[in-house]
């Protein structure tokens, strides 16, 4: 095979991957004009089609998917060695793309990297926030977070953050228009602020336990988020009770901007978790993450 050839094929996965001209061309650092020329090229050599191009997407032919099979892990494996001669610098280099919750980027990844990143300059981090589970193989990533009982068993699982807790609080002013509530049940009575989950499309149903029995309580109101933040927000301005990860609400808690109910049917669950697949070859920038993500208590 004639080098450019391989070339252009790298540059057909980055293509079908991305299912985006534009996407694919950043990714590889050239126009997006040179990426179509060189996609037209290959087509034309092989003569056949192996992408269908429409005003919104980029999809493979059956010819072009059975070529990507084919050479996609091939290109991957390529790729991994490459990243693999980093052994032999004297400080880790390299790009490692971790997704993640907004939640988990902001209270256990970047505290960790922010003090400690700028004494390897070498190493490049994409964090890439995403509240669904991603398919981090699938998707091109390094890693993904986790709750520690959300991570597959065919993965590697390192702890990065504490074990943690969801509280339910509102404001003290929604107190005094409603009573708190004395138990889970209770909450289908109030009005609280929904989480819509990413993944499934669907409500999340808030999860209680108290001495080991647990209780899943389907809650209504007038607002509905799909991240943390506006959560908080929403019941710092008095519109509902929220559900949400204790160490987002513990400054106003101690201010008496928000009150706690229900605290002995919240119960700790495992923390934050770096997970990876197993098979993956590690790579020396790779590895120097996850040791400062590393939660060591």
Same mark, same amino acid.
């Given at each position: 095979?004639?080098?450019?050839?391989?070339? #252009?094929?790298?540059?057909?996965?980055?293509?079908?991957?991305?299912?985006?001209?534009?996407?694919?061309?950043?990714?590889? =650092? @050239?126009?997006?004009?040179?990426?179509?020329?060189?996609?037209? %090229?290959?087509?034309?050599?092989? =003569?056949?089609?192996?992408?269908?191009?429409?005003?919104?997407?980029?999809?493979?032919?059956?010819? %072009?998917?059975?070529?990507?099979?084919?050479? %996609?892990?091939?290109?991957?494996? +390529?790729?991994?060695?490459?990243?693999?001669?980093?052994?032999?610098?004297?400080?880790?280099?390299?790009?490692?793309? +971790?997704?993640?919750?907004?939640?988990?980027?902001?209270? *256990?990844?970047?505290?960790?990297?922010?003090?400690?990143?700028?004494?390897?300059?070498?190493? &490049?981090?994409?964090?890439? +926030?995403?509240?669904?589970?991603? !398919? +981090?193989?699938?998707?091109?990533? #390094?890693?993904? @977070? $986790?709750?520690?009982?959300? @991570?597959?068993? /065919?993965?590697?699982?390192?702890?990065?953050?504490? /074990?943690?807790?969801?509280? *339910?609080?509102?404001?003290?002013?929604?107190? &005094?228009?409603?009573?708190?509530?004395?138990?889970?049940? !209770?909450?289908?009575?109030?009005?609280?602020?929904?989480?819509?989950?990413?993944?499934?499309?669907?409500?999340?149903?808030?999860?209680?336990?108290?001495?080991?029995?647990?209780?899943?309580?389907?809650?209504?109101?007038?607002?509905?988020?799909?991240?943390?933040?506006?959560?908080?927000?929403?019941?710092?301005?008095?519109?509902?009770?929220?559900?949400?990860?204790?160490?987002?609400?513990?400054?106003?808690?101690?201010? =008496?901007?928000?009150?706690?109910?229900?605290?002995?049917?919240?119960?700790?669950?495992?923390?934050?978790?770096?997970?990876?697949?197993?098979?993956?070859?590690?790579?020396?920038?790779? $590895?120097? @993450?996850? /040791?400062?993500?590393?939660?060591?208590?």
């Amino acid at each position: 095979m004639e080098r450019q050839n391989l070339a #252009d094929l790298a540059a057909l996965v980055a293509v079908a991957r991305e299912r985006n001209f534009t996407r694919a061309a950043a990714k590889l =650092g @050239v126009s997006q004009s040179a990426l179509s020329q060189t996609i037209r %090229g290959l087509e034309e050599r092989l =003569g056949i089609r192996l992408l269908t191009r429409t005003t919104r997407s980029v999809s493979s032919t059956e010819a %072009g998917e059975r070529l990507l099979t084919a050479v %996609g892990p091939r290109l991957d494996e +390529i790729n991994a060695e490459v990243a693999a001669l980093s052994e032999f610098r004297d400080r880790p280099a390299g790009l490692v793309r +971790i997704t993640c919750s907004e939640h988990a980027a902001e209270t *256990a990844i970047w505290p960790r990297l922010a003090t400690a990143l700028a004494e390897f300059p070498d190493i &490049k981090v994409e964090i890439f +926030i995403d509240h669904s589970f991603t !398919d +981090i193989a699938a998707e091109r990533f #390094d890693a993904g @977070v $986790r709750l520690g009982e959300s @991570v597959e068993k /065919d993965m590697v699982a390192v702890r990065i953050g504490p /074990d943690a807790r969801l509280v *339910a609080v509102a404001s003290p002013a929604y107190f &005094k228009r409603r009573a708190p509530p004395a138990s889970p049940q !209770d909450l289908v009575t109030h009005t609280c602020i929904n989480l819509r989950l990413a993944t499934r499309g669907g409500l999340y149903a808030w999860e209680f336990e108290k001495d080991h029995h647990p209780l899943h309580v389907r809650v209504d109101g007038q607002l509905t988020f799909n991240t943390v933040r506006p959560i908080v927000e929403a019941a710092l301005a008095g519109y509902g009770i929220a559900f949400v990860p204790e160490d987002s609400v513990m400054k106003f808690i101690a201010k =008496g901007r928000l009150l706690q109910v229900l605290d002995e049917w919240c119960q700790p669950m495992s923390g934050f978790h770096l997970y990876y697949p197993s098979r993956r070859q590690n790579s020396p920038a790779f $590895r120097t @993450v996850v /040791d400062l993500l590393r939660y060591r208590g």
